[in-house]
């Protein structure tokens, strides 16, 4: 992974960052993986995250918005099938998807209409269930 991709650093005070602290708002997850460096990886080419693999065993991830950090976790169970299943926001949803196979993991969906979105499922090297969505706009 490119090393000028990291995570911002964090604040020298104990403050948590605002733009992680919104009432309601999703802001830290941890992804079960098999291999976290592997996963790491296929978010950071797939969905453009900041990845910082400083530790090998433990990589951390921030969303381009900064709103969305975690990090991969290993030993514990995959969501093969998720009773929470979240969607990410994407531009360019074909595209998107387009390099999901190439980075090493599965189209179990191909982009298709609903309403006035583009819908797409996918899943991680590890497994795990990812929806992926786009507004509608004319093809």
């Keep these: 992974m490119a ?15 605002e733009s992680l602290a919104r009432h309601g708002g999703l802001s830290y997850l941890e992804i079960p993986a098999i291999d976290a460096l592997q996963s790491a990886s296929f978010y950071q080419r797939v969905l453009g995250w900041n990845v910082d693999a400083s530790d090998a065993d433990r990589p951390k991830f921030m969303d ?23 969607y990410i ?12 196979t190439a980075c090493g993991g599965e189209i179990m969906k191909a982009p ?17 269930v990812i929806g992926l969505w786009e507004e509608r706009k004319p093809r």
Excluded: C, F, K, M
């Design 64 to 86: 381009q918005t900064g709103h969305l950090l975690g990090r991969w976790i290993t030993g514990r169970g995959i969501s093969r099938d998720p009773g929470l299943l979240p």
């Design 89 to 100: 926001y994407v531009d360019q949803i074909d595209d998107v998807v387009g390099r999901v």
């Design 3 to 17: 090393s000028d991709q990291h995570i911002h650093e964090p604040p020298t005070s104990d403050a948590v960052d």
């Design 112 to 128: 298709y209409a609903e309403g006035n979105l583009w819908i797409s499922t996918i899943r991680d090297p590890a497994g795990n």
